[in-house]
C-alpha cells in the first residue's frame, strides 16, 4: 500500500524469498514495459518463534506463541514443509501480526542413544 493508498500486488515468491515482514518499506519502481521492481528498503525489528505448520481450509498455518499466523503457500514449498512439522517463523517485534514468515524447518528430535 503506497502512500496515497493505492494497493500493488507483491509477488509470493519474491515475499517469500525476500522474507518480507508485516510493516517491511519497499520501493516499487514500474519499468517502461509495465514490470513491477520491488526492493525492500526499510525492514521492521523482527523476533522469531517457533511453533507447528497446520493446514486451515486451504491456508497454511503456524501455531506459535497461543496464535496462528498465515504463511505463504510458496515458502511451504520452498522449504518442503510438511503439516505437523516444527517450523520457526519471523514476525515483527513490535505490534501483532497476522501473518508469519517461514524461516526453517526444524529436524525431528530424535532420541539419543545411551
Request: proline share 5%.
Amino acid at each position: 500500500i503506497d502512500a496515497k493508498g493505492e494497493t500493488y500486488p507483491v509477488p509470493a515468491n519474491y515475499a517469500s524469498k525476500s522474507k518480507l515482514v508485516e510493516g517491511d518499506k519497499l520501493k516499487l519502481t514500474i519499468a517502461e514495459n509495465g514490470a513491477f521492481v520491488y526492493k525492500q528498503i526499510e525492514p521492521v525489528p523482527r523476533k522469531m518463534a517457533v511453533g507447528h505448520l497446520v493446514l486451515d481450509g486451504s491456508q497454511y498455518q503456524v501455531l506459535a506463541d497461543k496464535k496462528s499466523y498465515n504463511v505463504l503457500f510458496a515458502s511451504v514449498t520452498f522449504y518442503k514443509a510438511s503439516v505437523g512439522d516444527r517450523v520457526t517463523i519471523i514476525l515483527p517485534a513490535e505490534h501483532n501480526a497476522e501473518w508469519g514468515t517461514l524461516e526453517n524447518v526444524l529436524p525431528e528430535a530424535k532420541e539419543e542413544l545411551i
